[in-house]
């Protein structure tokens, strides 16, 4: 039977919430509001880029102006090298000029930039505001939007400024993925195959099986909200379990230290940040083959994957000192050790902290003469 909405409950003790999939969902967000218990009276700041903003700001303005709320749309640019201090202070000077309130309400609409950007700066205007997630890639989709990881970056590394504030509601259109660019949507599928490595084998398989997993036109409605709501309920399942990321969350970050050096070192323009992760997870499993820990069977599974779905591979040829600073000021790093998410077999993974520097410095040397 083919399903064409999907709910997921996120059931956290303190802030439970719901993600709804659904193609059109994007038209709801008014009564949603409503069913949520939000006063009409409430003031809501939208925050979007200029692009989704053209595609979308009136509809969703439109929306909400017909269900009784007071909404102002700001529209900044959204790109890594724009996650910094400066764009959260254009956002707080919008919430002044608008007078929110501590019942006032942010959404995000956009990817996960504008995610990212919005939720950090609702968590900090008067101590905290509620905030909604309408997110616009699939990136932001099955990965930035549910889980409350909000924040910007700092010039030394990436995400390193931030803080844990949970939205009150995710809605997922997957219409919106039509006015996405190919390569934004490719980026975001690494983020898919990452849960199918991490914890859903039969993501995985899926994955395999498809016809196509790197053009949207080719892809069937209901298997994009099936991958869609594989993705989003692997995520919901550990944050509940770790939701301040004390253990198991960590997990999450499968691809994702070798991915932000690579970003960083790269000044965030050469590759966008789906294909960094994708390069970071060949990465972590050639490291994976040499310490033994899966084999070279699975590591190919998951290359021929990547590759399916039209990703970048190939390590760049980057300088190894540089590579590992950057990788020491993560923010994952525990007492001064590199974290690695390790791949054990395909949906099982595990939290390694022994690589030495030494042997992390032969690696890179190999990865680089490749």
């Avoid at 294909?275 to 050639?286: C, D, R």
Wanted: with cysteine; glycine share 8%.
């Amino acid at each position: 039977m083919k399903n064409n909405s999907y709910t997921i409950k996120v059931n956290l003790k303190s802030n439970p919430y719901k993600v709804l999939i659904e193609k059109g969902s994007i038209k709801l967000i008014g009564s949603e509001l409503i069913r949520l218990g939000i006063k009409k009276s409430t003031k809501i700041l939208v925050v979007s880029n200029p692009v989704v903003a053209n595609h979308y700001g009136d509809l969703v303005l439109g929306k909400l102006k017909e269900s009784g709320f007071e909404a102002n749309l700001l529209i900044i640019e959204a790109g890594e090298d724009k996650k910094n201090q400066a764009s959260i202070s254009l956002i707080h000077d919008s919430a002044y000029e608008n007078n929110l309130e501590r019942t006032s309400l942010m959404i995000a609409l956009g990817g996960g930039v504008i995610g990212d950007m919005t939720g950090f700066a609702a968590s900090t205007w008067l101590r905290g505001i509620s905030f909604i997630q309408i997110p616009t890639t699939l990136l932001s989709m099955v990965d930035a939007s549910v889980g409350g990881k909000t924040g910007i970056n700092h010039p030394q590394g990436k995400n390193l400024i931030g803080a844990f504030h949970q939205p009150k509601l995710v809605l997922i259109d997957t219409k919106t993925l039509n006015t996405l660019p190919s390569r934004e949507f490719k980026a975001g599928m690494a983020e898919v195959i990452k849960y199918g490595v991490i914890v859903d084998k039969e993501l995985f398989k899926k994955l395999e099986d498809a016809d196509c997993i790197d053009n949207l036109k080719l892809i069937p409605d209901d298997l994009l909200l099936d991958i869609i709501y594989h993705s989003v309920q692997a995520k919901a399942l550990i944050v509940e379990k770790d939701e301040l990321e004390g253990g198991l969350r960590a997990i999450l970050n499968y691809g994702h230290t070798f991915g932000h050096a690579i970003e960083a070192l790269s000044g965030y323009e050469q590759w966008v940040h789906g294909e960094a992760v994708a390069i970071g997870m060949i990465a972590i499993g050639e490291l994976a083959i040499k310490k033994k820990f899966w084999t070279i069977k699975e590591n190919t599974r998951q290359q021929d994957l990547l590759l399916k779905a039209g990703l970048p591979i190939s390590w760049p040829n980057l300088d190894i000192d540089k590579v590992i600073n950057a990788l020491k000021s993560d923010k994952k790093v525990r007492e001064g050790n590199i974290r690695f998410v390790m791949p054990l077999s395909i949906g099982n993974v595990k939290i390694v902290d022994s690589i030495s520097i030494k042997e992390l410095y032969d690696f890179l040397s190999e990865l680089n003469n490749l």
